[in-house]
């Protein structure tokens, strides 16, 4: 019988709560990522996959993200590698990349509630890692084990807040016990893929760089700036099996190499199209642009004035003409924000403050909040589309009598250099939470309680923020669905009416591909590309 360290099995549910939320962002974890085999060409190689004689092709594909973090799905949040965990690791369950359902995945079945605090999983017979050896109960305590130790730092945690402790009950059978019954227990364990004890212990580094799991395809290599080859796990038992007999991922992240490589065939899909590029991509192929969760936002340094004035914050989301960044900046291709969630998402509800463009109304909100003459540098990455929107954030501020510096940079130095150590005012910047789970506990929590709240926007230092907590704390634990719809509804309300963080719009994310030559491919609803159900034609 194991289950998790007892610092965190001694915590009380809102202690445990706020411990968890608490842990910091995942640690920056490079290793030295393996040499990359030569490119596809669609062979039925062996060595590229599927096992000789299988009669697969590969796919590939054109990726718009480099590589900067490994592959640990303990602290794994980059794009690129989250992508890429998808089908090298398997949670006990998993949401549908599309539909973002959750079906049983390593699990035999979906997991039994045997009390109203106590569930039970069997992990899926005959399952095995991609180095031959078979997964047990052994291995799925040691995956949340780890990730809900402090000392390990992982962002996970923060979206466990339920969980009391974790046991094999025999080789193939794990229980939960939870601190409080916590409805959406089968989906949120979704976020914990399970790994290896024996290959994690033997090196962490080594299994960063070229992780080890049991999907249904298996990495080869990864090469920084170049290419990520995977090949068919052919052990693999599982509801989605490899349809191809390896993958190659291009990372093309300027956009024009990816729009090249995909008129050259050199490619078969590519993720992020260039909005400017989209409708000539779409004449020549199969081409969506997909609404997602995905958003701009603006954040702001509470702990500056005058951005701990709610009327100045409030001011300047008054104050940006949205249709026109959309219209101008992303042609077309983003809606504008009129709640936290997207308007496509199940649990949207209309906030009840929607900030539509209204200069007279910010100008009259400063002039309230006794501001006049204000100096904004508004901190931004340097993502491509953010560059777009940029000038048109700045003509906006400036229109309401707002001075506007933009200082635009590469994500990882903003973040180090200006909002990690609170050395900025204003900062606009893409985010999307939801390749980890669509459930609106995880996503208002992923913005408004741990990091964000505590070290980035400092809501959590407010009263209203506490009371967030508060309201996602007493969602989780309720059982009825009315219900916490109705308390989530309030956190909404709250975070629309303080906007310490808060969406300018959603972004649709478009995606083009090769229909010829590939069967059974769906744009996603997040950031990244999913092969699970796709075939080379």
Request: hydrophobic content about 40%; glycine content about 8%; charged content about 20%.
């Amino acid at each position: 019988m194991v289950e998790p360290r007892s610092s965190a099995r001694a915590l009380g549910r809102r202690q445990f709560l706020g411990f968890t939320a608490a842990l910091g962002t995942a640690a920056a974890l490079t290793g030295t990522l393996a040499a990359c085999g030569p490119e596809s060409t669609n062979s039925t190689d062996g060595d590229k996959g599927g096992g000789k004689g299988s009669g697969k092709k590969t796919i590939d594909a054109g990726l718009s993200y480099t590589l900067s973090t490994g592959f640990d799905p303990m602290t794994a949040s980059g794009a690129l590698p989250v992508a890429a965990n998808l089908h090298v690791f398997e949670g006990l369950v998993d949401l549908d990349p599309v539909t973002r359902s959750p079906y049983a995945a390593l699990a035999a079945t979906m997991p039994q509630q045997v009390e109203p605090t106590v569930w039970r999983v069997k992990v899926r017979e005959g399952a095995t890692f991609h180095d031959g050896s078979p997964v047990t109960a052994d291995d799925v305590v040691f995956s949340f084990t780890r990730i809900l130790d402090p000392a390990n730092n992982s962002l996970i945690a923060q979206f466990l807040p339920f969980l009391k402790d974790v046991r094999a009950v025999d080789a193939g059978t794990v229980e939960f016990r939870l601190a409080f019954a916590f409805a959406l227990f089968a989906e949120r364990i979704s976020v914990v893929k399970i790994v290896p004890r024996a290959a994690v212990t033997k090196g962490q580094q080594q299994f960063d760089a070229l992780p080890v799991g049991s999907g249904p395809y298996r990495m080869v290599s990864a090469t920084k700036d170049d290419r990520i080859v995977f090949a068919e796990h052919t052990a693999y038992n599982g509801p989605k099996p490899a349809r191809a007999a390896g993958m190659n991922w291009l990372l093309l992240a300027d956009s024009s190499a990816r729009v090249t490589a995909l008129d050259s065939n050199r490619v078969q899909v590519i993720e992020d199209v260039p909005y400017i590029n989209y409708a000539q991509v779409k004449k020549a192929h199969k081409a969506d642009s997909v609404q997602s969760f995905g958003l701009l936002f603006l954040m702001f340094n509470l702990r500056r004035k005058p951005f701990d004035d709610v009327r100045v914050r409030q001011a300047l989301h008054w104050g940006l003409d949205k249709d026109k960044l959309i219209a101008t900046g992303l042609l077309g291709n983003a809606t504008p924000a009129s709640s936290f969630l997207q308007e496509t998402h199940p649990d949207y509800r209309r906030a009840a403050d929607v900030y539509d463009y209204d200069p007279a109304r910010a100008k009259s909100l400063l002039a309230e909040a006794g501001v006049s003459g204000l100096d904004v540098t508004l901190v931004l990455t340097d993502t491509a589309w953010v560059k777009d929107v940029a000038p048109l954030i700045k003509e906006s501020w400036d229109g309401i009598g707002v001075r506007t510096t933009l200082d635009i940079g590469q994500s990882g130095g903003q973040y180090k250099n200006k909002i990690d150590n609170g050395e900025y005012q204003v900062m606009a910047a893409p985010g999307d939470p939801s390749v980890f789970g669509n459930d609106v506990d995880l996503l208002m929590r992923w913005w408004y309680v741990g990091l964000w709240a505590d070290k980035r926007h400092m809501w959590s230092q407010t009263p209203e923020g506490r009371q967030a907590k508060e309201l996602l704390d007493a969602a989780a634990a309720e059982a009825d669905t009315v219900k916490r719809k109705q308390l989530w509804g309030q956190a909404i309300d709250l975070a629309a009416a303080q906007v310490p963080l808060y969406p300018v719009f959603h972004r649709k994310l478009a995606t083009a591909w090769n229909d010829k030559a590939l069967t059974g491919f769906r744009p996603l609803p997040t950031t990244g590309l999913s092969f699970l159900d796709t075939a080379p034609a």
